[in-house]
Every structure is written in structure tokens, then in C-alpha cells.
């Protein structure tokens, strides 16, 4: 790992500790301010040296053991290493370009992942839903599962029960492969062939419900298109999730139109009605819902 990939990760992840991580813009303030230490002279930075500077003791007590816990970082990875655990900081190569695409404030500095790791650059298709799935909207997560092998997509998901565990575990009986974005240890999730786990700010850690929701983007993120099976109206990370998408464009979005409100005010945001379980993933494009059902783009307008 390059030396600019390890400051990455000591001033930006939290790495199994109870420390709280600089945010990016805290990390080019400080770095700023090394440099300029540095050029001037003035030795090393030290708690008394940030106090000056105006940040608050707790702080500069917290900056200060960043910078210096290197030996601490070392012992992390290696411990990483021994689970099967590979770290892709945002400077690795491998690190996907569609994550880069959120920009530097939310996109995670580092992804910690189980698995094969070149998947991570493979044609995706991400899929959200409930938990607690109608039969209808489960055969509709089946089948995104089932077509995304078939098509040779990856299937990106979150391995919740409900929408995400259907669809996974279709493609996988189909010989497809899965990306998952887990919101709790690495460590729960054993190795499985076809499989990668991934997780974001630190490989042990437990769950939390930020966690959980924060990863939400970056399932949509991955994904060239992201299929909605179904949602809960105003609430939930299924909810939060495509309404960050609609806001930025990450990834097509479409949702399965089984005449609940949510999925009408997803329409209404601006997701793509899907009225029945797709024939085809590679021919799902915005606007052209005739593959299906035979409509114009004029009729289905109105």
C-alpha cells in the first residue's frame, strides 16, 4: 500500500477504534496546515501547535495520535490479511470508478472486502426493497436475480432479509455473481464463491443504523440501473436511498408498480414505472416501457 493510501486511511477511517475520522475537508485543512508547519520550520505538530491554531484540546489530542499511529494501522491491515480481507483505499486502482463518481464527501475513503474484488468491475445491476415483501413484489425481486445471471450482470445488493436476500440468492442458484454491502462485520459474513462482501469504514465493526442506511448510496451507486421491488412510503432505507439517487443521477432508477402509494410517489419523483417483472435487464432504458407492455412513451405519460 503507498504511503499516501495509509495517511488515507489513518486520517479518514475509523479502523476498529472509538476514534470519530477527519471528514475530507477536515483532512485538506490539516494537511494545509502541516505543510505550511513544515516549509516554515516549526517542527512537529503537537497538541499545543493545533491548540494555537484554534482547535479545541479534545481535537488536537485526537489529530495528533492520527498522525502518529502508523505501527497501529500496520497491525489492522495485517489482521485484515489474515480474515481474507482487502482493503481498496480511493487512490487504489481497483477502487470502481462509479464509486469515485459520488464525490470526495461521499464517497467512502476505503472499501474492505471478502472476496473477489475484481467484480468490483464488472457490469452491475443493483436491486433495494422491503423486508417484508407481498408475493408479487418477491417474484419480482426473484426474477431481477434470476435475469441479471443470465445477462451477466453482477447483482448489487445489501443482503437484508426480505428483497435483497430473494434476489441475491436467485442469481447465485442461476451461476450468477453478487456484490453485497453488508452493514455490520465483515467477519459475520463467511467467504462464498461468487461473492464479494464489502463494507465501508472498517471491516469489524458492528451494526448501526447509519451504517446501514449510508450504504444504501452505494448500492445505487455501483449499479447501472437499480430496480425498486418494493418500498415504504417516506421512510426506510429503501425510501431514503432512491430519493439520494433521484437527487443525483447516480444510476437509472425503476420500480416495480404494484399500486401501493410509495411506488406511485417514486413515479412522481422521477423513477421509471416498471408495470410487470421485466423480460430483459440490458433492455430496460428510460422512457421505453413498450418492451412490455406495448404502450407508447406518450401514453404512459399520461
Known sequence: MRPAEEGLLLL???????????????????????????????????PAYLRALGYPEA?????????????TLHRYLEA???????????????????????????CPPA?????????????????????????????FAVQAG?????????????????ADTAAQEACLAAGGRVICFVPDSLLDHPARQNVLYCSAGGYELPFSTPRALARNCLIHAMGEKTLVAQCAEGTGGTW???????????????????G?????????????????IPASLALLRPFQLSIFDGKS?????K
Open 260 to 276: 401501493s402509494a410509495a411506488s406511485a410517489a417514486l413515479q412522481s419523483c422521477g423513477a421509471e414505472r416498471l408495470p410487470d
Open 111 to 139: 472499501l474492505f472486502c471478502r472476496g473477489d474484488t475484481a467484480l468490483l468491475g464488472t457490469r452491475c445491476v443493483a436491486l433495494v426493497g422491503s423486508r417484508q415483501l407481498r408475493p408479487d413484489n418477491r417474484r
Open 59 to 71: 481535537a488536537a489530542v485526537q489529530i495528533t495520535a492520527l498522525l502518529d499511529r502508523t505501527d
Open 297 to 301: 412513451d406518450e401514453k404512459r405519460k
Open 80 to 106: 485484515a490479511a489474515a480474515q481474507g480481507i482487502t482493503v481498496l483505499t480511493r487512490l487504489s486502482d481497483g477502487f470502481p470508478a462509479r464509486l469515485r463518481r459520488m464525490g470526495e464527501t461521499e
Open 146 to 162: 434470476k435475469l441479471a445471471a443470465a445477462e451477466g450482470f453482477t447483482l448489487v445488493s445489501g443482503g437484508a432479509a426480505g
Open 12 to 46: 479518514c477511517c475509523a479502523l476498529g477504534t472509538q476514534d470519530v475520522p477527519l471528514t475530507p475537508a477536515q483532512y485538506r485543512t490539516l494537511a494545509r496546515r502541516v505543510r505550511q508547519t513544515c516549509q516554515a520550520g516549526d517542527g512537529e505538530v503537537t
Open 240 to 258: 431514503s436511498g432512491s430519493q439520494w439517487n433521484l437527487r443525483r443521477g447516480m444510476s437509472e432508477l425503476y420500480v416495480f408498480d404494484d
